[in-house]
């Protein structure tokens, strides 16, 4: 179903000319596929969590998940270069961790955080399932929590991490380094750490020109272009 795609899952044991597949009807009767979607569950109800601070609203599939990001990792050896970046997966059923994101193209998901490398293979993923207050700390925000968590399987090999202005942090790049992955990424000049006079109403800058200032193995640097 993944490569054939059709408007209904009626339409995969359609018998009309124009529409018809025999794999579907030879593999499974559509209403044996339907009993079974029906009732398609990977956890025990009867053990469902009780709704304290640590919740997992994922706990129905947290099963299924954990399994997933745990092969991603196992069969898999990434390239140096890595990327953090967030998805959003297309969704209209009824999730409470819906996402509604008007400036995208796919409006209405489900956010997941994922490490990638330069081949476009997850070498793992995390839902968004709203605000992570349990994760932030006085010296981690949530965002950051959130990186540490995706590259924990690639500290001490000298990866190369790459991500844009959402995550990356001088704070968050110091503690990278610290286990052996390299960073690099946009970031907004009011970060905490940041160069106070980084800032576009500090900075005059012309077509052309470059400012750059180092502190140890960190570099920050902005340029005019256009």
């Not at 304290?52 to 129905?60: A, F, R, T, V």
């Not at 990001?69 to 890595?82: C, G, I, M, R, V």
């Not at 994101?101 to 709203?130: H, N, Q, S």
Request: aromatic share 12%; with cysteine; hydrophobic share 35%.
């Amino acid at each position: 179903m993944g490569h054939i795609l059709k408007d209904t899952l009626h339409d995969y044991w359609s018998r009309l000319r124009q529409t018809h597949t025999p794999f579907f009807g030879e593999t499974m009767i559509r209403d044996r596929f339907l009993h079974i979607l029906h009732f398609l569950h990977f956890a025990d109800n009867s053990q469902r969590p009780d709704q304290s601070e640590e919740y997992d609203q994922l706990w129905k599939l947290r099963i299924v998940f954990d399994t997933l990001d745990d092969n991603y990792a196992k069969f898999y050896n990434p390239s140096e270069n890595l990327a953090v970046d967030e998805v959003i997966v297309k969704y209209r059923g009824r999730v409470i961790f819906r996402q509604h994101i008007p400036k995208k193209r796919k409006r209405f998901g489900i956010k997941i955080y994922k490490l990638c490398d330069e081949a476009g293979y997850t070498c793992a993923m995390r839902v968004y399932l709203g605000k992570d207050s349990q994760s932030a700390t006085d010296d981690m925000t949530a965002t950051h929590a959130t990186v540490r968590h995706l590259t924990r399987r690639v500290e001490g090999l000298g990866h190369k991490l790459f991500m844009n202005n959402f995550f990356s942090s001088p704070r968050l790049f110091d503690n990278l380094d610290r286990h052996k992955i390299n960073s690099c990424g946009t970031v907004q000049p009011n970060r905490k750490d940041m160069p106070r006079d980084f800032g576009p109403k500090q900075l005059k800058l012309k077509r052309g020109d470059l400012r750059v200032k180092t502190r140890g193995d960190l570099t920050a640097l902005v340029w005019k272009d256009r």
